[in-house]
């Protein structure tokens, strides 16, 4: 028996915290945790074929994901972030990065060749372990990832709450039976749209630094928070001190989306590398795309497919969504 299954058999704690809901490894599920299990996977299925189908009937094209790049997110600064370890490997003489997020790759690929472009991406991020209790925090998990050339913001936001609300409602006819199973046929009612919006610095006098928190309990129905100081690549409009970005927040879930208009200027993008020490000899390709202005405007989002799958599931960990369970600190054999 490895370390993980005792953590998990025992309910024992990690820094002091109790782990009751972390997932245990498929081959340990008992025959109502398998049922459980294949009703939250005919959810993720489902969700998988709406959204992809509903990107393709909007004429995305669908790239195919990659795992190691000189260049990946560099996930600073963004307050949500809390990485342990990077992953940083060397393979014919050359130093790669696993993905953090497929950011750069999709401003590149819309800049040079697809107008709207969608990735289901594999991310490893190895989240901090006391991060495992959370239940929404995972160590590898995949974004469905799109980007459209020349679009706003608000465009990029109507077209997330179609897919939920659109998204919902076909689930309801297509998995009753399921949700009925997962306690959650009652509960997951289709949002009104457009959904409602927040402005960061408003939370931030309403509720103090720790806003999201406070405000997930509050909510009933998804809702968007804008403006929030992150990584180079979103737009800031350094006048007006304003991000042309936003967040996708679920209630009592969090998080599930993060997307933004984006940089495409060299001097804007060098000169926040250089504000936030970020190491730009990571970008050099970005970087020289945008000094020979073949970057182009862009807006998009990625949407955490697990986190989004777990509260249309009403899972008690993310962990549970994933066939086989990747929680931070608690590496299984499979
Ligand atoms: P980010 O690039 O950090 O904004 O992440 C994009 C989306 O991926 C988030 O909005 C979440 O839905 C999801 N996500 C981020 N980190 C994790 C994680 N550790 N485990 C599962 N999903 C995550
Ligand atoms: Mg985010």
Known sequence: MGPKTAIVQAGLT????????????????????????????????????????????????????VMFSRSTDPLWPDPGASIEKRIEVEIY???VRTTLSMIIHKMVACSLAFEKLFILSPNA?????????????????TQLD??????????????????????????????RH?????????????????FRVYDRKELETRFGENYESKLLVKIHEPVWITNIPREFYDFEDLDR??????DLLLPQYGEVLSGARREWEYNKIFGKMKRDEVAAENYEELLKLAGERRLKPSAGAGIGVERLVSWLA??????????????PGAVYDL
């Open 93 to 95: 003489g050359k130093t």
């Open 241 to 246: 001190d304003i991000w042309d970005n936003y």
């Open 146 to 175: 799109f980007e459209m050339r020349g679009a706003s913001s608000k465009t990029v936001r109507s077209l997330v709450e179609g897919l939920i609300s659109g998204l919902i409602k076909s689930l309801r006819d297509a998995l």
């Open 14 to 65: 990690i820094n002091g915290r109790r782990l009751n809901e972390i997932p245990k490894p498929l081959p340990q599920l008992s025959e109502s945790e398998i049922e459980r299990k294949l009703c939250i996977s005919r959810v993720m299925t489902h969700t998988l074929g709406y959204l992809t189908g509903r990107l393709l009937d909007n004429k995305f094209e669908w790239l195919l994901p």
């Open 314 to 327: 009403g899972a008690k960990h993310i962990g549970e969504v994933q066939t086989f369970p990747r929680i």
């Open 125 to 141: 991020r190895i989240e901090r372990r006391d991060r495992a209790d959370s239940g929404i925090h995972a160590y590898e998990f």
């Open 178 to 194: 399921e949700l009925i199973h997962l306690g959650r046929f009652g509960s997951l009612i289709v949002p009104e749209t457009p």
